[in-house]
């Protein structure tokens, strides 16, 4: 499904963006050229700090898993194909996405198909890894304990909320562990150059009110929090999550709003993900989402099936999907910013 623009006077989701061209030049630089597939010039082993202590990888690492949902597009982009990642949502070849394909080319990881929250222990044993990335996984200290008596194993920084670490410090880690800081590094540059040009040649979105939330299903909502790596991208485009919502969440990822609290994102620009087309279109009926100003004058951008690669690309935000993302996503926020 792609994303959907609220039309007032038809009352129905508008397909508004087929794959998008002619995006400002500038933006062009944020593509990062794959890695280059180079002998790791760190000496081993090195020392991780993450918020469950400390781990020490030893030696180059050969056999990579990446436990997290995301981590495949740093890895990757760093040159290293792991042999197993697990899956997230889209089912994906070895759960990898358009902006990866490239990186992965031949190779054929194991997917591994685990819920969050339900790690099988003896399928990650078996596929004897020499190191496993775990920096957006959510895991627990009790299942970081477990993996990491089975290979070294590399959680999140503790200094932000579990899902929050920034796509920089994911990259700069994987890049540590991997012994490839240096590409690491040019990685993050190339992708923050193109998203400070993005915003340099968009002044209009700055200080322009934004936030996301999902409906449930049940007439509630879940608000995304600004710390997330999604929120975060779209506030360096110049955008702003406001305070009152931002208190709402707190130290957490999300927070669930009730229909009643639903005025509160009547924001310059709002985000929301449903599962179809159908429940889109349902979501515009809605008595209450309706009358929302945003929606009214269709600054309202839906996402319409988990399938939608834009939407993937930001709920990954990874060195890989961000430049994809900011590509397509700019058009949108433009039109939307354009009918203030």
Aim: proline share 8%.
């Amino acid at each position: 499904m792609r994303a959907i623009l609220q039309s007032r006077s038809s009352r129905r989701a508008l397909i508004a963006s087929a794959p998008v061209v002619g995006l400002v030049a500038a933006t062009s630089r944020a593509v990062p050229a794959l890695a280059r597939q180079a002998t790791p010039a760190a000496s081993f082993p090195v020392e991780i700090e993450h918020m469950f202590g400390v781990t020490e990888v030893p030696a180059a690492p050969e056999r990579v898993v990446t436990i997290g949902f995301s981590e495949q597009d740093p890895v990757l982009a760093l040159g290293v194909k792991p042999v197993a990642v697990r899956e997230w949502f889209g089912g994906k070849p070895y759960a990898v996405w358009p902006w990866a394909e490239e990186a992965l080319g031949d190779a054929e990881p194991v997917v591994l198909e685990m819920p969050y929250g339900e790690l099988d222990y003896e399928q990650v044993l078996a596929l004897d890894p020499d190191l496993i990335i775990a920096t957006h996984s959510g895991i627990t200290e009790e299942e970081y304990d477990r993996l990491a008596g089975i290979a070294p194993t590399v959680a999140q920084s503790g200094e932000y909320p579990v899902f929050g670490m920034p796509w920089e410090e994911q990259t700069r880690t994987i890049g540590r562990a991997l012994g490839r800081e240096a590409r690491a590094e040019e990685l993050i540059a190339d992708v923050e150059a193109g998203i400070a040009a993005a915003a340099e040649a968009h002044p209009e979105f700055a200080g322009v009110s934004i936030c996301w939330i999902n409906p449930t299903g049940d007439g509630s909502y879940y608000l995304v929090g600004p710390d997330t790596p999604p929120m975060r991208f779209i506030g360096q485009l110049g955008f702003d999550m406001p305070e009152e919502l931002r208190e709402i969440v707190g130290d957490l990822d999300s927070a669930p709003i009730s229909a009643e609290q639903l005025h509160l994102v009547d924001t310059d620009v709002l985000i929301t993900q449903v599962g179809s087309e159908g429940e889109g279109g349902m979501l515009l009926e809605d008595p209450v989402f309706s009358q929302l100003r945003v929606v009214q004058e269709e600054r309202a951008i839906i996402f319409a099936g988990a399938d939608d690669p834009t939407y993937a690309a930001l709920s990954f935000s990874t060195v890989l999907s961000l430049p994809y993302a900011l590509e397509r996503l700019t058009p949108m926020l433009e039109e939307a910013v354009g009918r203030l």
